[in-house]
């Protein structure tokens, strides 16, 4: 039997999550107020379209809640994600995942919480941005970090310069040669493809390369890609929207913070949250005033204002200037291959992360599997704890057969951080982190399970 969705907002979240909920063969239905993104969904996507308000009543008892198993509520509104939460939990709806802007309701002293309107599970989109820009920031050159088992376990995504000492030679060439740093290449990301590579898989320039280590060993990795971390001091913010002030607020303590605003109501309001940052009233896309205030002294720029073209030319002028590392912000997951293609060290969106932190909890279930997607690169990471009566160990297997087209990241046994060499073993009870794609998930289940 199929999960039934339901999800209100045909933004850009929206859309992007209905892309690959269709593609899954879930039983989706769009609810939007829009006609013009109605059409959109219509013209592109396998699912039911209705065109109305997500949080009216009359329009969503057109629905059998009693049958849906997730309702999404995710549009730009937290009033109406709220209230039509709450109308699809007491019309039957199993599961409500709620997107939130304002984080004031996670707050101790809240009033009013979000579990009082029904709601399972809530993301932040913009908090999740924020959290990964932050994690490139205190680990510079990495284009991707991602962590796992409370950060014990990383997975690192690296590009290849030209320089890198691995280009042009084989996984299993760099691994003898560094006998004591342990770690696994799950997945390479080439010519706009990602795949699972082997031992004799040769790296080539221009790769974004993803290992799985140890927490406590990601500068060595760095290093022996050829792209050692360096300490940031001076950091620039381009635009003072939600995402610009939490990171600001964050890294003012830590670092000499500067923040670009046009609009000088905006930079006025709130420079008395951030008096730790310096706040400039100017154009960030003015190169007489980016060398004014001594672009080329900057060891990091973030581009996180809310139009994607603004953060595109800025980050390629400030990049000219030799900023040592360059974030930028993207809202349309319309420009993410082009603008991995012109040199930008690391692109962040926030409607990436809300995908992903929704399909997590879609594609997870209760028996101790966590799936976490990662849909800009087509990989799925899956922990799953092997149980004792699995057929990985009534056949006896090794790590020779888990099929190939999977990858055994890593082992959490207790509170050991295992990275897999050949001559390891998986004993009962040890959690795994498995690489994956989509397909392979249910027979990566059937194996550990």
């Known amino acids: 039997m199929s999960t039934n969705i339901v999800l209100i907002g045909a933004g850009e979240v929206g859309f ?13 239905t769009v609810i939007d107020v829009d006609p013009l993104k109605c059409s959109r969904i219509k013209n592109t996507i396998d699912a039911r379209v209705i065109e109305g308000d997500g949080c009216s009543q009359r329009i969503l008892q057109k629905i059998d809640f009693t049958n849906v198993d997730f309702f999404l509520s995710l549009t730009k509104i937290d009033e109406v994600n709220l209230v039509a939460s709450i109308i699809a939990k007491k019309l039957g709806a199993k599961n409500i995942i709620t997107r ?16 009082e309107f029904g709601i399972d599970h809530i993301i932040y989109p913009e908090k999740s941005a924020e959290i990964e820009i932050e994690n490139l920031v205190r680990q510079t050159s990495a284009v991707e970090i991602k962590g796992f088992k409370d950060d014990k376990i990383k997975l690192v995504g690296i590009k290849l310069e030209n320089s890198s000492p691995l280009v042009g030679r084989t ?7 560094n006998p004591f740093l342990i770690h696994k290449v799950p997945v390479i990301f080439r010519n706009d493809d990602s795949f699972i590579p082997h ?3 040769v790296y080539k320039k221009d790769d974004v390369v993803y290992f799985c280590c140890d927490n406590k060993n990601i500068e060595e990795v760095q290093k022996m890609t050829g792209k050692p971390s360096f300490k940031v001091n001076t950091i620039m913010i381009l635009g003072l929207g939600k995402i610009s002030r939490m990171l600001a607020k964050s890294l003012q303590s830590d670092y000499d913070v500067k923040i670009i605003e046009k609009n000088p109501i905006k930079a006025k309001k709130f420079s008395r949250n951030l008096d730790e940052s310096l706040i400039l009233v100017g154009d960030g896309l003015d190169e007489e005033f980016l060398e004014s205030e001594n672009i080329h002294e900057i060891d990091c720029f973030i581009a996180t204002t809310e139009n994607d073209k603004s953060n595109m030319l800025a980050s390629l002028m400030v990049k000219y200037h030799n900023v040592k590392q360059v974030i930028m912000h993207v809202s349309s997951t319309n420009y993410m291959k082009s603008v991995r293609r012109i040199g930008i060290d690391s692109v962040v969106s926030k409607n990436i992360s ?13 028996d101790e599997i966590i799936i976490s997607p990662f849909e800009e690169i087509h990989i799925d990471a899956l922990e799953i704890k092997a149980n004792e009566q699995c057929k990985y160990f009534l056949k006896k297997y090794k790590l020779s057969d888990i099929p190939k087209n999977m ?21 009962p009870g040890d959690n795994l982190l498995i690489f994956l794609n989509q397909e392979s998930i249910g027979k990566a289940e059937s194996l550990f399970k």
């Open 171 to 177: 996984i299993n060439n760099v691994n003898l040669a």
């Open 199 to 201: 031992e004799d898989t």
């Open 354 to 366: 809300a995908v992903n932190d929704v399909l997590k909890i879609i594609q997870s279930n209760k």
């Open 16 to 28: 992007s999550l209905s892309k690959f909920l269709s593609k899954e063969k879930y039983d989706l």
């Open 407 to 427: 990858c055994l990241g890593a082992i959490l046994r207790k509170y050991e951080v295992i990275i897999p060499s050949y001559n390891t073993s998986i004993e």
């Open 100 to 115: 939130l802007r304002n984080t004031e309701y996670i707050h101790s002293s809240a009033i009013v919480t979000p579990y």
